[in-house]
Protein backbone atom coordinates (compact mmCIF):
# COMPACT_ATOMS: atom_id res chain seq x y z
CA UNK A 1 0.00 0.00 0.00
CA UNK A 2 1.51 3.08 -1.09
CA UNK A 3 1.84 6.12 1.58
CA UNK A 4 0.04 9.41 0.90
CA UNK A 5 2.58 12.35 0.95
CA UNK A 6 -1.00 14.07 0.97
CA UNK A 7 -1.10 16.39 3.49
CA UNK A 8 1.31 19.86 4.89
CA UNK A 9 4.16 19.03 7.29
CA UNK A 10 2.48 20.49 10.37
CA UNK A 11 -0.45 20.72 12.07
CA UNK A 12 -1.70 22.20 15.21
CA UNK A 13 -4.09 20.22 17.54
CA UNK A 14 -7.50 22.31 17.53
CA UNK A 15 -8.12 20.72 21.40
CA UNK A 16 -4.74 21.58 23.19
CA UNK A 17 -2.86 23.77 20.02
CA UNK A 18 -0.01 21.53 20.23
CA UNK A 19 1.69 21.35 16.74
CA UNK A 20 2.26 18.19 15.66
CA UNK A 21 4.01 16.96 12.11
CA UNK A 22 2.27 14.87 9.96
CA UNK A 23 4.15 12.11 9.10
CA UNK A 24 3.35 9.69 5.86
CA UNK A 25 0.46 8.24 6.62
CA UNK A 26 -0.78 5.43 5.18
CA UNK A 27 -4.37 4.29 3.82
CA UNK A 28 -6.37 2.86 6.99
CA UNK A 29 -4.44 4.68 9.71
CA UNK A 30 -5.54 7.15 12.33
CA UNK A 31 -3.44 10.06 13.02
CA UNK A 32 -3.60 11.37 16.65
CA UNK A 33 -2.04 14.57 18.48
CA UNK A 34 1.00 13.43 20.24
CA UNK A 35 0.53 15.18 22.82
CA UNK A 36 -3.59 14.63 24.14
CA UNK A 37 -4.77 12.00 21.73
CA UNK A 38 -7.11 14.14 20.05
CA UNK A 39 -7.96 12.39 16.39
CA UNK A 40 -6.40 14.48 14.09
CA UNK A 41 -6.48 12.54 10.84
CA UNK A 42 -7.92 9.35 9.39
CA UNK A 43 -7.34 8.11 6.34
CA UNK A 44 -9.24 5.53 5.06
CA UNK A 45 -9.25 3.30 2.58
CA UNK A 46 -11.05 3.90 -0.67
CA UNK A 47 -12.89 6.56 0.89
CA UNK A 48 -14.00 8.63 -1.81
CA UNK A 49 -16.23 5.08 -3.00
CA UNK A 50 -16.99 4.10 0.23
CA UNK A 51 -18.78 7.70 0.93
CA UNK A 52 -20.38 7.66 -2.33
CA UNK A 53 -21.39 3.85 -1.69
CA UNK A 54 -22.99 4.86 2.06
CA UNK A 55 -24.34 7.98 1.52
CA UNK A 56 -26.13 6.52 -1.86
CA UNK A 57 -27.86 4.28 -0.16
CA UNK A 58 -28.60 6.26 3.21
CA UNK A 59 -30.46 8.68 1.05
CA UNK A 60 -32.19 5.18 -0.77
CA UNK A 61 -33.08 3.68 2.54
CA UNK A 62 -34.55 7.40 3.06
CA UNK A 63 -36.81 7.49 0.02
CA UNK A 64 -37.95 3.81 1.23
CA UNK A 65 -38.63 4.87 4.78
CA UNK A 66 -40.81 7.90 3.40
CA UNK A 67 -42.94 5.41 0.78
CA UNK A 68 -44.40 2.59 2.98
CA UNK A 69 -46.36 2.47 6.18
CA UNK A 70 -43.91 2.88 9.48
CA UNK A 71 -45.73 1.63 12.32
CA UNK A 72 -49.19 -0.25 13.01
CA UNK A 73 -51.03 0.37 16.10
CA UNK A 74 -53.89 -1.16 17.40
CA UNK A 75 -55.92 -0.76 20.22
CA UNK A 76 -59.68 -1.76 21.45
CA UNK A 77 -60.51 -2.69 17.79
CA UNK A 78 -59.29 0.39 16.09
CA UNK A 79 -56.10 0.21 13.78
CA UNK A 80 -53.99 2.60 12.26
CA UNK A 81 -51.00 2.56 10.40
CA UNK A 82 -48.80 6.03 10.26
CA UNK A 83 -46.37 6.79 7.84
CA UNK A 84 -43.35 8.54 8.43
CA UNK A 85 -44.19 11.79 6.31
CA UNK A 86 -47.89 11.33 8.09
CA UNK A 87 -45.24 11.97 11.42
CA UNK A 88 -44.86 15.67 9.78
CA UNK A 89 -47.61 16.30 8.08
CA UNK A 90 -49.79 15.88 11.58
CA UNK A 91 -47.26 18.04 13.55
CA UNK A 92 -47.52 21.08 10.86
CA UNK A 93 -51.74 20.47 10.50
CA UNK A 94 -52.42 20.50 14.06
CA UNK A 95 -50.34 23.58 14.56
CA UNK A 96 -47.31 22.14 16.31
CA UNK A 97 -44.90 24.48 14.72
CA UNK A 98 -42.12 24.46 16.77
CA UNK A 99 -42.40 20.52 17.17
CA UNK A 100 -42.60 20.00 13.64
CA UNK A 101 -39.59 22.65 12.53
CA UNK A 102 -37.48 20.24 15.03
CA UNK A 103 -38.64 17.03 13.72
CA UNK A 104 -37.90 17.99 10.20
CA UNK A 105 -34.81 19.88 10.65
CA UNK A 106 -33.36 16.64 12.23
CA UNK A 107 -34.87 14.32 10.30
CA UNK A 108 -34.81 15.59 6.73
CA UNK A 109 -33.27 19.02 6.47
CA UNK A 110 -30.07 18.98 7.92
CA UNK A 111 -29.08 15.01 7.09
CA UNK A 112 -30.25 15.71 3.73
CA UNK A 113 -27.82 18.97 3.21
CA UNK A 114 -25.10 16.96 4.66
CA UNK A 115 -25.37 14.31 2.16
CA UNK A 116 -25.93 16.07 -0.86
CA UNK A 117 -23.07 18.46 0.02
CA UNK A 118 -21.10 15.05 1.23
CA UNK A 119 -21.30 13.35 -2.29
CA UNK A 120 -21.43 15.93 -4.54
CA UNK A 121 -17.77 17.03 -2.82
CA UNK A 122 -17.03 13.51 -3.12
CA UNK A 123 -18.16 13.30 -7.14
CA UNK A 124 -16.93 16.92 -7.90
CA UNK A 125 -13.23 15.48 -6.85
CA UNK A 126 -13.39 12.70 -9.64
CA UNK A 127 -15.23 14.99 -12.39
CA UNK A 128 -15.29 18.50 -11.94
CA UNK A 129 -12.46 19.84 -10.30
CA UNK A 130 -13.41 23.74 -11.52
CA UNK A 131 -16.36 23.83 -9.19
CA UNK A 132 -13.87 25.30 -6.28
CA UNK A 133 -16.75 28.67 -5.27
CA UNK A 134 -18.93 25.70 -4.51
CA UNK A 135 -16.97 23.08 -2.87
CA UNK A 136 -16.09 25.49 -0.15
CA UNK A 137 -19.48 26.31 1.00
CA UNK A 138 -19.91 22.14 0.49
CA UNK A 139 -17.22 21.83 3.04
CA UNK A 140 -18.66 24.16 5.16
CA UNK A 141 -21.97 23.00 5.61
CA UNK A 142 -20.29 19.04 6.35
CA UNK A 143 -18.32 20.48 8.89
CA UNK A 144 -21.10 22.72 10.20
CA UNK A 145 -23.87 20.44 10.23
CA UNK A 146 -22.44 17.21 11.39
CA UNK A 147 -22.70 17.76 15.37
CA UNK A 148 -26.25 18.56 14.73
CA UNK A 149 -27.04 15.29 12.92
CA UNK A 150 -29.58 13.65 15.44
CA UNK A 151 -30.85 10.41 13.33
CA UNK A 152 -30.05 8.04 15.94
CA UNK A 153 -31.18 9.71 18.61
CA UNK A 154 -34.62 10.03 17.12
CA UNK A 155 -34.60 6.03 16.59
CA UNK A 156 -33.81 5.65 20.74
CA UNK A 157 -36.94 8.40 21.27
CA UNK A 158 -38.51 5.71 18.74
CA UNK A 159 -38.12 2.97 20.92
CA UNK A 160 -38.96 4.82 24.06
CA UNK A 161 -42.38 6.11 22.42
CA UNK A 162 -43.19 2.24 21.72
CA UNK A 163 -42.49 1.33 25.45
CA UNK A 164 -44.71 4.18 26.22
CA UNK A 165 -47.56 2.77 24.54
CA UNK A 166 -47.01 -0.94 25.13
CA UNK A 167 -49.61 -0.96 27.94
CA UNK A 168 -52.52 1.31 24.98
CA UNK A 169 -52.05 -0.73 22.66
CA UNK A 170 -50.43 -3.28 19.92
CA UNK A 171 -47.79 -1.96 18.06
CA UNK A 172 -46.17 -3.74 14.93
CA UNK A 173 -42.85 -2.40 12.84
CA UNK A 174 -43.65 -2.01 9.42
CA UNK A 175 -41.21 -1.95 6.41
CA UNK A 176 -40.71 1.96 6.29
CA UNK A 177 -39.12 1.46 9.80
CA UNK A 178 -36.52 -0.79 8.87
CA UNK A 179 -35.63 1.12 5.83
CA UNK A 180 -35.28 4.31 8.71
CA UNK A 181 -32.63 2.08 10.50
CA UNK A 182 -31.25 1.47 7.76
CA UNK A 183 -30.76 5.36 6.83
CA UNK A 184 -29.74 6.14 10.49
CA UNK A 185 -26.50 3.12 10.22
CA UNK A 186 -25.87 4.22 6.72
CA UNK A 187 -25.67 7.92 7.20
CA UNK A 188 -23.49 6.82 10.45
CA UNK A 189 -21.04 5.06 8.34
CA UNK A 190 -21.11 8.24 5.78
CA UNK A 191 -20.26 10.45 8.84
CA UNK A 192 -17.51 8.42 10.26
CA UNK A 193 -15.36 8.10 6.71
CA UNK A 194 -15.64 12.50 6.69
CA UNK A 195 -12.26 13.98 7.71
CA UNK A 196 -12.23 17.89 8.30
CA UNK A 197 -8.39 17.97 7.24
CA UNK A 198 -8.87 15.55 3.69
CA UNK A 199 -11.83 17.58 2.42
CA UNK A 200 -9.67 21.12 2.96
CA UNK A 201 -6.47 19.58 1.57
CA UNK A 202 -8.39 17.90 -1.64
CA UNK A 203 -10.78 21.58 -2.36
CA UNK A 204 -7.81 23.74 -1.59
CA UNK A 205 -4.29 21.66 -1.57
CA UNK A 206 -1.99 21.56 1.16
CA UNK A 207 -1.85 24.66 3.38
CA UNK A 208 1.76 26.33 3.27
CA UNK A 209 3.84 25.42 5.97
CA UNK A 210 5.17 27.65 8.62
CA UNK A 211 8.58 26.94 10.15
CA UNK A 212 7.54 25.55 13.20
CA UNK A 213 9.26 22.69 15.73
CA UNK A 214 7.81 22.10 18.67
CA UNK A 215 5.53 23.42 21.88
CA UNK A 216 2.09 24.78 20.76
CA UNK A 217 1.16 27.38 18.17
CA UNK A 218 0.59 29.88 20.36
CA UNK A 219 4.43 29.51 22.07
CA UNK A 220 5.70 29.33 18.49
CA UNK A 221 4.04 32.27 17.19
CA UNK A 222 1.41 31.08 14.32
CA UNK A 223 -2.48 30.16 14.88
CA UNK A 224 -3.63 26.64 13.93
CA UNK A 225 -6.91 27.01 11.79
CA UNK A 226 -9.44 25.12 14.02
CA UNK A 227 -11.89 24.87 11.01
CA UNK A 228 -9.28 23.17 8.49
CA UNK A 229 -5.66 22.28 10.56
CA UNK A 230 -3.78 25.07 8.71
CA UNK A 231 -1.12 26.86 10.66
CA UNK A 232 -0.80 30.68 9.59
CA UNK A 233 1.29 32.88 10.89
CA UNK A 234 0.53 34.73 14.36
CA UNK A 235 -1.08 38.21 12.54
CA UNK A 236 -3.72 36.87 10.36
CA UNK A 237 -7.28 37.53 10.88
CA UNK A 238 -8.16 35.21 7.97
CA UNK A 239 -7.17 31.63 7.35
CA UNK A 240 -4.93 31.42 3.64
CA UNK A 241 -6.89 27.86 2.73
CA UNK A 242 -10.37 27.46 4.07
CA UNK A 243 -11.30 31.50 4.63
CA UNK A 244 -12.60 31.03 7.86
CA UNK A 245 -11.70 33.42 10.34
CA UNK A 246 -8.52 32.49 13.02
CA UNK A 247 -7.75 32.93 16.26
CA UNK A 248 -5.24 32.29 18.51
CA UNK A 249 -7.85 31.20 21.11
CA UNK A 250 -11.37 32.18 20.81
CA UNK A 251 -12.20 35.86 21.62
CA UNK A 252 -14.75 35.66 24.95
CA UNK A 253 -14.74 32.40 24.87
CA UNK A 254 -15.23 31.86 28.77
CA UNK A 255 -17.71 34.51 28.76
CA UNK A 256 -19.89 33.39 26.47
CA UNK A 257 -19.80 29.84 27.73
CA UNK A 258 -20.97 31.60 30.82
CA UNK A 259 -23.53 33.25 29.35
CA UNK A 260 -25.13 30.53 27.39
CA UNK A 261 -25.06 28.27 30.59
CA UNK A 262 -26.99 30.93 32.65
CA UNK A 263 -29.33 31.53 29.55
CA UNK A 264 -29.68 27.61 29.67
CA UNK A 265 -30.21 27.10 33.29
CA UNK A 266 -33.31 30.10 32.95
CA UNK A 267 -34.59 28.16 30.62
CA UNK A 268 -34.58 24.89 32.19
CA UNK A 269 -36.99 26.56 35.32
CA UNK A 270 -40.31 26.64 32.96
CA UNK A 271 -38.99 23.07 30.60
CA UNK A 272 -39.67 21.77 34.34
CA UNK A 273 -42.70 23.59 35.74
CA UNK A 274 -45.00 23.45 32.86
CA UNK A 275 -45.96 19.91 30.96
CA UNK A 276 -44.11 18.53 28.48
CA UNK A 277 -47.22 16.65 27.22
CA UNK A 278 -50.81 16.60 27.44
CA UNK A 279 -52.68 13.22 27.02
CA UNK A 280 -56.22 12.48 26.94
CA UNK A 281 -58.01 9.61 27.66
CA UNK A 282 -61.67 8.68 27.55
CA UNK A 283 -62.15 12.40 27.44
CA UNK A 284 -59.73 13.44 30.85
CA UNK A 285 -56.69 15.56 29.85
CA UNK A 286 -54.21 15.14 32.13
CA UNK A 287 -50.83 16.82 32.08
CA UNK A 288 -47.58 15.85 33.00
CA UNK A 289 -44.23 17.51 33.28
CA UNK A 290 -40.80 15.77 32.87
CA UNK A 291 -40.62 14.35 36.18
CA UNK A 292 -43.74 13.79 36.03
CA UNK A 293 -43.96 11.39 33.16
CA UNK A 294 -40.47 9.41 34.98
CA UNK A 295 -42.47 8.87 38.40
CA UNK A 296 -45.09 7.43 35.87
CA UNK A 297 -43.02 5.34 33.74
CA UNK A 298 -41.43 4.46 37.33
CA UNK A 299 -45.00 3.59 38.80
CA UNK A 300 -45.90 1.19 35.83
CA UNK A 301 -42.58 -0.52 36.59
CA UNK A 302 -41.40 0.61 33.24
CA UNK A 303 -37.55 0.76 35.31
CA UNK A 304 -35.08 0.89 32.31
CA UNK A 305 -37.68 3.62 29.85
CA UNK A 306 -37.73 5.81 33.28
CA UNK A 307 -33.90 5.40 33.66
CA UNK A 308 -33.25 6.79 29.41
CA UNK A 309 -35.83 9.44 30.25
CA UNK A 310 -34.48 10.72 33.75
CA UNK A 311 -30.81 10.40 32.54
CA UNK A 312 -31.78 12.23 29.11
CA UNK A 313 -34.24 14.95 30.23
CA UNK A 314 -32.57 15.65 34.01
CA UNK A 315 -29.25 14.15 34.29
CA UNK A 316 -27.27 14.61 31.48
CA UNK A 317 -28.46 18.41 31.33
CA UNK A 318 -27.79 19.59 34.18
CA UNK A 319 -24.29 17.75 34.68
CA UNK A 320 -23.54 19.36 31.38
CA UNK A 321 -24.06 22.74 32.76
CA UNK A 322 -22.03 21.73 35.93
CA UNK A 323 -19.06 20.19 34.02
CA UNK A 324 -18.87 23.15 31.73
CA UNK A 325 -18.97 25.57 34.25
CA UNK A 326 -16.57 23.80 36.41
CA UNK A 327 -14.60 23.71 33.67
CA UNK A 328 -14.62 27.49 32.79
CA UNK A 329 -13.86 27.78 36.59
CA UNK A 330 -11.46 25.76 36.27
CA UNK A 331 -9.71 27.70 33.53
CA UNK A 332 -9.93 30.66 35.13
CA UNK A 333 -8.39 29.40 38.70
CA UNK A 334 -6.44 26.01 37.76
CA UNK A 335 -6.25 23.61 40.31
CA UNK A 336 -3.40 20.50 40.40
CA UNK A 337 -5.71 18.03 38.95
CA UNK A 338 -4.69 16.24 35.41
CA UNK A 339 -5.65 18.29 32.69
CA UNK A 340 -6.28 15.15 30.87
CA UNK A 341 -9.12 14.26 33.30
CA UNK A 342 -10.56 17.34 32.79
CA UNK A 343 -10.27 17.04 28.46
CA UNK A 344 -11.90 13.85 29.08
CA UNK A 345 -14.91 15.38 30.99
CA UNK A 346 -15.06 18.09 27.95
CA UNK A 347 -15.28 15.29 25.28
CA UNK A 348 -17.68 13.40 27.18
CA UNK A 349 -19.83 16.97 27.73
CA UNK A 350 -19.66 17.55 24.11
CA UNK A 351 -20.25 13.79 23.17
CA UNK A 352 -23.52 13.50 25.52
CA UNK A 353 -25.57 16.97 24.89
CA UNK A 354 -27.11 15.80 21.82
CA UNK A 355 -29.07 13.00 23.60
CA UNK A 356 -31.00 15.23 26.04
CA UNK A 357 -33.27 15.25 22.46
CA UNK A 358 -34.65 12.46 23.06
CA UNK A 359 -37.68 13.24 25.12
CA UNK A 360 -38.60 16.09 23.14
CA UNK A 361 -38.75 13.55 20.21
CA UNK A 362 -40.76 10.59 21.97
CA UNK A 363 -43.48 13.34 22.61
CA UNK A 364 -43.27 14.32 18.91
CA UNK A 365 -43.70 10.43 18.10
CA UNK A 366 -46.77 9.99 20.55
CA UNK A 367 -48.20 13.35 19.19
CA UNK A 368 -48.36 11.92 15.44
CA UNK A 369 -49.35 8.53 16.44
CA UNK A 370 -52.12 8.96 18.94
CA UNK A 371 -55.08 10.48 17.53
CA UNK A 372 -57.92 9.41 18.35
CA UNK A 373 -60.38 12.20 19.46
CA UNK A 374 -61.70 12.11 22.90
CA UNK A 375 -61.01 8.48 23.33
CA UNK A 376 -57.07 8.55 23.33
CA UNK A 377 -54.80 11.83 22.64
CA UNK A 378 -51.69 13.43 23.18
CA UNK A 379 -50.96 16.98 22.49
CA UNK A 380 -46.73 18.17 23.26
CA UNK A 381 -47.20 21.21 25.45
CA UNK A 382 -45.87 23.78 26.12
CA UNK A 383 -42.15 22.70 27.87
CA UNK A 384 -41.73 21.70 24.54
CA UNK A 385 -39.74 24.75 23.61
CA UNK A 386 -37.88 25.33 26.65
CA UNK A 387 -36.74 22.05 27.21
CA UNK A 388 -35.26 22.03 23.29
CA UNK A 389 -33.86 25.46 23.57
CA UNK A 390 -31.59 24.57 26.79
CA UNK A 391 -30.94 21.49 24.70
CA UNK A 392 -29.78 24.05 21.85
CA UNK A 393 -27.52 26.44 24.40
CA UNK A 394 -25.83 23.63 26.46
CA UNK A 395 -24.84 22.47 22.76
CA UNK A 396 -23.63 25.92 22.10
CA UNK A 397 -21.97 26.64 25.41
CA UNK A 398 -19.92 23.40 24.91
CA UNK A 399 -18.75 24.77 21.07
CA UNK A 400 -17.85 28.30 22.53
CA UNK A 401 -15.93 26.57 24.97
CA UNK A 402 -12.38 26.90 23.89
CA UNK A 403 -10.19 23.56 25.19
CA UNK A 404 -7.12 24.69 24.31
CA UNK A 405 -7.47 27.10 27.40
CA UNK A 406 -7.58 24.24 29.85
CA UNK A 407 -3.77 23.36 28.26
CA UNK A 408 -2.74 26.92 28.93
CA UNK A 409 -3.10 26.72 32.16
CA UNK A 410 -1.17 23.58 32.78
CA UNK A 411 1.49 23.68 34.88
CA UNK A 412 2.88 20.44 33.91
CA UNK A 413 3.44 21.54 30.50
CA UNK A 414 4.50 25.03 30.94
CA UNK A 415 7.50 23.39 32.51
CA UNK A 416 8.16 20.88 30.00
CA UNK A 417 8.05 23.53 27.21
CA UNK A 418 10.29 25.39 29.65
CA UNK A 419 13.05 22.43 29.81
CA UNK A 420 12.69 21.78 26.03
CA UNK A 421 13.68 25.25 25.96
CA UNK A 422 17.26 25.53 27.82
CA UNK A 423 18.24 22.27 25.95
ZN1 LIG B 1 -3.87 17.70 21.12
ZN1 LIG C 1 -8.44 27.15 7.72
Redesign the pocket.
Known amino acids: MSHFAFYENVTACEECDFINPIPPLKSGERFRCQHCGHVLISVHRQVAARIMAAGLSSLLMLALAMSFPFLGFSTNGIERTVTLFHTLSVLLSQGHLVLGSIISLALFVFPLVYLFSILFLVWSFQHKPILNFAQRYCVRWVVVIQPWLMVDVFLVGILVALVKMNSLADISFELSFWAFCGYVILLLKTESLVDKRWL?NKVAGK?DDQSVVTGTAKEQGVIG?H????T?AAHKRH??????S?YSRRPKSLSSTAALLVASLLIYIPANVFPIMETTFLGNTEPSTIMGGVLLLWSLGSYPVALIILLASVVIPLAKVLSLSWLCWQCHFPSKRLTEQKIKLYRITEFVGRWSMIDVFVVAILTSMVQMGNFMSILPGTAVLSFTAMVVLTMLAAMTFDPRLLWDKDEARTVSVSERREE
Open positions: WACFCGALCNRCGHV
